[in-house]
């Protein structure tokens, strides 16, 4: 079967075309031949029949006076006949009364149990006023129906060579008509592919199944000459703009460094000043607070551009060269830098990495993330007791998945699902902080084609799932 799939279109045609007429031709021929055989045996059958009635008669009165002889004399008329190779007749009682045979007679027990299969047996039972007699049994050999046979077979097997010939010179004569724009399609198809030339077109037309196929196809090369045309307008759109926004983002870093670079020393300054006059002018009653709001608010502004300095900083910084890292060596590293706000806070910090230790990824910005996450973890804590985090990681797919839970005060999803990573978003206002922490994390694992998953619950904890894409050692 597999043989055959592989063939082409055309010896396809054309073995299923002469299969099917010598199948048909075939079919026919035993349908004849079985037919005639039936017809042969029917008429041989009818004619041993009337001889049988014809003896029966005759004998009838033989058997009532017990006369062997006259009975043995009328079956031996049968010797004219050469289909008849044996005769009998049978008194009432089945006993053997008389016999002919053309060759050695068999015994009384051979002609009782004669094998219909190989003899062609008539039996007439005759009867003298009514009473049962006797019957009288023919035994005939149908030697023509050798000679028959054979004349079939001969005729069969011409007949079927005939139709074989026939039938493959005009599959493969009439199954051009078929393959040749089949193959056409084809043509064109392994052309399109190999040149990508889809201004080509399937010539020819037609109301048949291939016409409609050759039609679709040609309405496909439309459509995605069509489509690849509008690409290619929409590309080099895309470039342009691309190239533009590019440059605007360029220009916006620039105006936000020299903008967060000119207010920095101003607004130090400021925060200076104000503090001067608190401390050593005598401020009016009730205009303290006034001064307290405006050095406040001064503080403030400072932190927002100390975080504008970090985010532009951070943004240059975000394509770095991968490198083989040690996930406990990194993990150690940023446990030190933030060695102050563990021990102040009790924090324990739990680490499991015996299931991926290792990662090819930019160390700094892994190490931010560290760092980003556990403070977070400290910061949000609950007050009844001191924060614990469990760190662990496992391999996925070409991610390894850096998960870290927490115990803390937790996120309500409701509100912030819609507004984890943006810039200076923060979830909770008691405790100081830029809310630029989760932003960084993003940005690092999106840039590298990574991707996180948070699932927070109030006063219960988060758990941050972070898949980064590995690289290769």
């Not at 279109?9 to 031709?25: E, W």
């Not at 910005?365 to 924060?387: D, E, G, R």
């Amino acid at each position: 079967m597999i043989a055959f799939r592989n063939l082409s279109i055309r010896n396809k045609l054309i073995i299923i075309q002469t299969a099917t007429a010598f199948i048909v031709v075939l079919v026919c021929c035993i349908f004849f031949v079985l037919n005639d055989i039936k017809t042969f045996k029917d008429e041989a059958r009818r004619k041993m029949y009337s001889l049988a009635r014809i003896v029966g008669e005759n004998a009838a009165s033989t058997v009532v006076f017990l006369d062997q002889d006259a009975a043995t004399q009328i079956l031996m008329k049968l010797n004219k006949e050469p289909d008849i190779t044996q005769a009998v007749v049978l008194d009432k009682n089945g006993k053997l009364f008389a016999r002919y045979a053309r060759e050695q007679p068999g015994t009384e027990k051979d002609i009782m149990a004669a094998d219909d299969g190989k003899l062609l047996v008539v039996r007439y039972k005759f009867y003298q006023e009514k009473e049962f007699m006797g019957t009288v049994v023919l035994y005939g050999e149908l030697n023509e129906l050798d000679k028959i046979i054979a004349s079939y077979i001969k005729v069969t097997v011409f007949v079927l060579l005939t139709a074989l010939i026939t039938a493959l010179l005009l599959s493969a004569f009439l199954q051009r008509s078929i393959v040749h724009r089949l193959l056409t399609l084809v043509s064109k198809t392994k052309e399109i592919a190999s040149t990508g030339n889809y201004a080509l077109r399937v010539k020819g037309a037609g109301n048949d199944e291939i016409g409609i196929l050759s039609g679709g196809f040609n309405k496909m090369l439309e459509q995605i000459e069509n489509m690849n045309r509008y690409l290619k307008e929409n590309n080099e759109a895309l470039k342009t703009y691309s190239l533009s926004l590019e440059r605007t983002n360029k220009e916006l870093e620039e105006f936000a460094y020299i903008s967060s670079h000119d207010m920095k020393s101003p607004i130090t300054s400021l925060i200076g000043m104000l503090t001067l006059i608190q401390q050593k002018e005598a401020i009016q009653p009730g205009k303290q607070h006034l001064f307290e709001l405006a050095v406040n608010s001064a503080r403030q502004m400072q932190k927002t551009i100390n975080a504008l300095n970090e985010i532009i900083a951070f943004r240059k910084t975000l394509k770095v060269e991968r490198e083989k890292i040690n996930l406990i060596e990194a993990l150690e590293e940023v446990k030190l830098r933030i060695y102050d706000m563990i021990t102040s806070s009790g924090a324990i910090i739990l680490a499991d990495f015996t299931k991926c230790r290792f990662i090819y990824y930019p160390a700094v910005h892994l190490k931010s993330i560290f760092q980003n996450l556990l403070t977070n973890a400290i910061k949000y804590k609950q007050n009844s007791h001191p924060p614990k985090i469990d760190i662990t990681t496992y391999c996925e797919d070409k991610f390894v998945v850096l998960e870290v839970k927490d115990q803390g005060i937790g996120i309500d999803m409701n509100l912030y699902k819609d507004k984890l990573y943006g810039l200076f978003q923060r979830f909770h206002t008691h405790v100081e902080g830029s809310g630029i922490g989760l932003h960084m994390i993003y940005s690092i694992v999106e840039s590298y084609g990574g991707r996180i998953y948070i699932e927070s619950e109030v006063n219960k904890g988060t758990i941050f799932k972070i898949y980064l894409a590995n690289g290769t050692f």
